[in-house]
């Protein structure tokens, strides 16, 4: 996860977390019946809520789960870029999409709508592999996402941007649209820094300085994904990457030259001290982080 923040970061991050959109049309969508009464349906729906990914949901059952007071809905977006040689391009999608659901089940009535699997990473592109959006593009997907949960009947939408070249355009994006919505809660954990002082916390306590712990498949990403994904993970090829202070002169390189510019294997950190065990506890902190945010920034 890295950041393009205009801060001067001890540690720049990528924890670094699009989607085919569906392009439904609004007035086919008014024409349909009214699914609200239809009995035989709503009494086949599931009368607890055993999931939370609407993906793995059915129609009905998200339905129910909503009118039993699930009107929350967190969503992550993600990235799909390179992560050194020994992480898989997944790597902030998958890490995002699980906190997504630990945020989901933790914070209670709260549903996950799917994670949006590519972001902002032009800074990658010059690595195979790596998609990027244009910042325009991740606008509209959010604007999309939004209307089409606020039509589900979701009051609260939440929006986890792990990945640091998202966080400037979903933050923007927020604050333009709450205005339109009056009556609906568009929240963003959008500040940097704070999720980068989480990371920074827990390394310390494993003696890991947060240059190795690094803010792009270092220490930190790495050890927490070999806890979600250790068949992913290539430990033969662990190598230090960029590991000096990272600030505003460094960021600049990266947004105008690539992340090339500063890394030749793409790394910033160390993995060579990762573990599962570590990611776990990672994995802990971040959730705990990010609910306390969303409280926070609740009315
Ligand atoms: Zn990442």
Redesign the pocket.
């Known amino acids: 996860?890295?950041s393009e923040s205009s801060h001067t970061l001890r540690k720049p991050i990528?924890?670094?977390v699009v989607i085919g959109l569906c392009l439904c049309a609004r007035g086919a969508l008014r024409s349909q019946p009214n699914i609200s009464n239809d009995g035989e349906i709503q009494a086949k729906a599931a009368e607890s809520v055993k999931r939370v990914r609407m993906e793995e949901m059915t129609w009905p059952d998200i339905k129910s789960a909503i009118e039993q007071g699930y009107r929350t809905v967190v969503i992550a977006i993600g990235?799909t870029e390179q992560?050194g040689p020994h992480l898989p391009t997944m790597?902030?999608s998958r890490?995002g999409d699980e906190l997504a659901h630990r945020v989901a089940i933790k914070l209670g009535h709260t549903l996950q709508a799917r994670t949006i699997p590519v972001g902002c990473s032009r800074h990658h592109l010059a690595f195979p592999g790596t998609l990027s959006l244009r910042d325009e593009t991740l606008k509209m997907i959010s604007l999309d996402y939004i209307d089409s949960l606020i039509r589900s009947g979701f009051k609260r939408i939440v929006f986890l941007p792990l990945?640091g070249g998202n966080f400037p355009i979903v933050q923007q994006t927020l604050k333009e649209v709450q205005t339109a919505h009056p009556g609906i809660e568009i929240i963003g954990v959008t500040d940097v820094t704070k999720l980068l002082d989480c990371l920074s916390a827990g390394s310390a306590e494993f003696g890991i300085t947060a240059n190795e712990s690094g803010s792009?498949?270092g220490e930190s990403?790495t050890s927490i994904m070999m806890a979600l994904e250790k068949d992913l993970v290539i430990k033969e090829r662990f190598a230090p990457g960029y590991v000096d202070l990272t600030g505003e002169k460094e960021f600049k390189t990266m947004r105008e030259q690539g992340i090339q510019a500063l890394t030749k294997n793409g790394v910033l950190g160390d993995p060579r001290k990762a573990s599962a065990d570590k990611g776990e506890i990672y994995l802990d902190r971040l959730t705990e982080f990010l609910i306390q945010e969303i409280k926070q920034q609740s009315h």
Request: glycine share 0%; charged share 20%.
């Open positions: 996860m890295k990528c924890l670094s990235s992560h790597t902030d890490i990945h792009h498949a990403e």
